[in-house]
């Protein structure tokens, strides 16, 4: 059954998908809810099939590369199924808080202060973000599972992460924002491109703006993902010379995207 909040002024409606797992859709004061942000077929298996691949294989280069620090960036936090799993995943590979680092982007305020009180377990007053608390604990002990690892102390894990900045959050992604990025920003080598569709966010899928992007984000050496296959993101992913693999979508969907670049 399907379940109605208020998430500090953002009207939420938590879906249950077909592995038990939730998917979230919302709206901003009177205006409609949004298309739910995971396939009804299962939001963690979509997540495993279509991301997790792209993570353990950026994972295994940078290993074998012998570089230092795994970088990643998310664009469309959610419900922060990519955020945790990627983190699960450095923490199964027992990278320490300074070896990890990702950058993740959400437009809506509110999901970054839930999933930030959660991870640090502090709980401010005035605030209703506790409401999804019980997806977040719901998706860690899928991680705990998945990867055999001990839930308290990747836990701990992830507080440290926010607290050593290691976990980064921002706004939505936009041309001026892309642009403003200083030299300090680090690149990723690992892209998890989970945005809205082109109906619910049309900025995101503007030609000059998936070029901007990825030329922005991308390290050198970087693979990037998306459970979309658009043709426009395929060609801005072929200027910024980026080679395109073949992919099956999830749950019916032909294909999604995944393209490298060494």
Same mark, same amino acid.
């Given at each position: ?67 230092? /620090? ?49 991870? /640090? ?124 693999? /073949? ?16």
């Amino acid at each position: 059954m399907n379940t109605i909040f208020d998430l500090d002024g953002l009207s939420c409606e938590l879906i249950v998908t077909a592995d038990g797992s939730y998917s979230l859709r919302y709206a901003l004061s009177d205006q409609e809810l949004t298309e739910p942000m995971h396939s009804s077929k299962g939001a963690w298996a979509e997540t495993l099939e279509i991301y997790e691949p792209a993570m353990r294989r950026s994972l295994l280069s940078i290993a074998l590369s012998s570089q230092q /620090t795994w970088t990643v960036s998310s664009v469309g936090l959610g419900l922060g199924y990519n955020e945790l799993l990627s983190a699960g995943w450095a923490f199964c590979m027992k990278l320490p808080p300074s070896s990890f680092r990702l950058d993740s982007y959400e437009s809506q305020p509110q999901l970054i202060k839930a999933f930030v009180e959660f991870c /640090t377990k502090e709980k401010h007053p005035s605030s209703n973000s506790d409401a999804l608390h019980p997806v977040y604990a719901d998706i860690l002990n899928r991680i705990s599972e998945h990867l055999n690892i001990e839930r308290e102390a990747f836990e701990k894990y992830l507080a440290e992460l926010l607290i050593f900045n290691r976990l980064q959050f921002h706004g939505g992604l936009n041309l001026i924002d892309l642009l403003s990025l200083t030299k300090a920003f680090t690149p990723s080598q690992c892209i998890l491109f989970d945005a809205f569709s082109p109906t619910s966010s049309p900025d995101l899928w503007e030609p000059l703006f998936l070029e901007k992007m990825i030329a922005r984000l991308s390290a050198p050496q970087c693979i990037f993902v998306s459970y979309a296959s658009r043709t426009v993101l395929k060609n801005a992913l072929r200027t910024a010379r980026f080679t395109l693999e /073949t992919r099956n979508g999830f749950a019916g969907k032909r294909e999604s995207t995944c393209a490298v670049r060494v």
